[in-house]
């Protein structure tokens, strides 16, 4: 058995009384790749961000492989698209440097190191030659890109990703697919809001199925099925899906 | 213009120009983060707000003292924030609509009181109302002091903490998950943006307070693309607009100081959204009118090729 990074227990989240989550309870083994599937409103960034310590969970709790004072260099998180301000005056680089923040505290200010690091995250994810736009200027796809890179200049451990495949195009997605399997072989976890249920199989080993409470949790072989599916998505008409389950 | 460099041997003028320099560079560099986390409008709040604090502060001490009115300023402009707060909080009103709520209330508060304390026999209306106004020609080595302190405070936190105070103005949740407690920062940045504004009622009265945060950090975005530089020029932008709005307001006879410096932001501001290279709108309807120009040339070359 391997390690698990992640272990949610009974992990219950309410707004306003309503339960969003109700006792949702898994391990993430580490160097997993894990998709988290469910329909709109199924609250899978709710889970994600109880997960990363963002919203207080009614219930249940959340530990991880490594030190609760560790998180802030471990987890690294990759926003949906079109979370932050476009016009914001920073550029590429500087927003990928912004992923050693975390190691260098309040006050230090960025090393030669630092910055070398950034600029190889930024070669992997191939927008080296963008680091002194000004970010508005890029395309959704290269935004997405930036971001990931920042993500991967902290080196963390455990990896959040909320929808990268949201609106980019082939050759973005082939990127981001070489970075997760990349971190995968270096030993680092990665969980990912995924929407796409065609590419399921193919990109993910482990599943968490959701539709506030838990339909399965675990390697994407047994999980991902046409009957989990149908209870994940209330609904068993997926006539041109027949062959994603593969 | 030998009356324009005579100026600067007159003590008056160096005073308030020094004065109005250093509220420049304040509201400069806070305002660059004001501007970006689409607060332009809470020195504004603020100000108006300091209002019914610096006229409760009299009724209730009777006393003249700046400091003591300064202080109800004070604790008039951390009522308005602690109200906006808690009603963006408690309801679902956005930013803004709880904004011009509290903005218009506590002012209106403030004109009710003000009539209160003219009507007090000792008062002979103790300058409240150059306080809606702003009198920079009145300015003291006192508030000098006054300004220097809060100016040395606010950019050496802000040099200091540069790095989550960037971060959490760019991205909230980010920083969030980094583990930086974006509250303090978010506090912090509003208490500066309260002190700011109430050092610079006494220059440019509670009204006009918003243009010294919002207008040399708009000018300042229309030429940069990064928030060092932009911290930078606009603080270079708030010391050129206020020193030459008291320079242009002193070679006139009773032309106030405050509402000229505002003019002079203004002026800034408007030059750099017209001129400024790439973002300007000069520049946009130059780019637009030759990338048409070639596009039609090459449209031709087909048709004629073909």
């Known amino acids: ?246 | 213009m030998v009356d324009f460099f005579s100026l600067f041997s007159d003590y008056t003028f160096c005073i308030v120009s020094l004065g109005s320099a250093l509220l420049g560079i304040l509201c400069g560099v806070l305002g660059c983060f004001a501007v970006l986390r689409k607060q332009s409008l809470l020195g504004d709040g603020i100000s108006h707000g300091a209002l019914p604090g610096i006229c409760l502060a009299f009724l209730l001490t009777l006393n003249k003292d700046e400091r003591v009115l300064l202080l109800g300023a004070l604790a008039g402009g951390v009522v308005s924030i602690g109200l906006i707060a808690l009603i963006t909080r408690l309801s679902k009103t956005k930013f803004d609509s709880a904004l011009a709520l509290v903005l218009s209330v506590m002012f209106g508060l403030g004109l009710v009181l003000l009539t209160f304390a003219q009507k007090l026999p000792n008062s002979s209306q103790a300058g409240l109302k150059t306080f809606i106004y702003g009198q920079a020609s009145a300015m003291t080595q006192k508030d000098i002091f006054i300004v220097l302190i809060s100016t040395a405070v606010v950019l050496v936190t802000v040099a200091v903490f540069w790095k989550p105070f960037k971060l959490v103005t760019f991205d909230k949740v980010f920083s969030r998950v980094v583990g930086i407690k974006v509250w303090i920062v978010d506090f912090v940045l509003s208490f500066f943006v309260t002190v700011a504004s109430v050092v610079g009622i006494k220059t440019v009265g509670v009204i006009l307070m918003s243009a010294m945060l919002a207008a040399p950090a708009a000018a300042a975005r229309q030429w940069v693309s990064r928030l060092e530089t932009m911290a930078v020029l606009s603080a270079f932008f708030g010391v050129l607009g206020s020193v030459s709005g008291t320079a242009i307001s002193s070679s006139f006879e009773s032309v106030p100081t405050g509402p000229v410096i505002v003019l002079c932001l203004g002026t800034i501001a408007v030059i750099s959204i017209l001129f400024a290279p790439r973002r300007g709108v000069l520049w946009k309807i130059i780019k637009r009118n030759s990338n048409r120009r070639k596009l039609s040339e090459r449209v031709s070359e087909n048709k004629s090729s073909a």
């Open chain 1, 1 to 246: 058995m391997m390690d698990s990074v992640l272990t949610v227990k009974n992990l219950t989240v309410a707004y306003d009384g309503s339960p969003v989550l109700d006792n949702i309870s898994g391990k993430i083994q580490k160097g997993s790749l894990t998709a988290v599937i469910g329909p709109n409103g199924a609250g899978k960034t709710t889970f994600l961000k109880t997960i990363m310590g963002l919203l207080k969970p009614l219930f249940g709790e959340v530990t991880f492989g490594f030190e609760n004072k560790e998180k802030k260099t471990k987890i690294a998180y990759v926003p949906q698209t079109g979370s932050t301000d476009r016009d914001f005056p920073v550029t590429v680089f500087d927003v990928v440097l912004m992923g050693r923040y975390p190691h260098l505290g309040w006050f230090r200010r960025p090393q030669k190191r630092d910055k070398e690091i950034a600029l190889n995250m930024l070669k992997k994810v191939g927008m080296d030659k963008f680091k002194n736009r000004q970010i508005g200027t890029l395309s959704g796809g290269q935004e997405q890109r930036v971001f990931l890179a920042r993500a991967l200049a902290q080196q963390a451990t455990l990896y959040f990703l909320d929808e990268p495949f949201k609106g980019v195009d082939a050759a973005t997605e082939k990127i981001i697919v070489d970075m997760l399997r990349e971190i995968k072989n270096q030993g680092g976890t990665v969980v990912v809001v995924h929407h796409d249920l065609n590419t399921v199989k193919k990109y993910f080993d482990s599943v968490i199925m959701i539709n506030k409470s838990l339909v399965c949790w675990g390697d994407t072989e047994s999980c991902f099925n046409e009957k989990n599916v149908a209870k994940t998505f209330n609904t068993d008409i997926f006539p041109e899906r027949e062959n994603i389950y593969g």
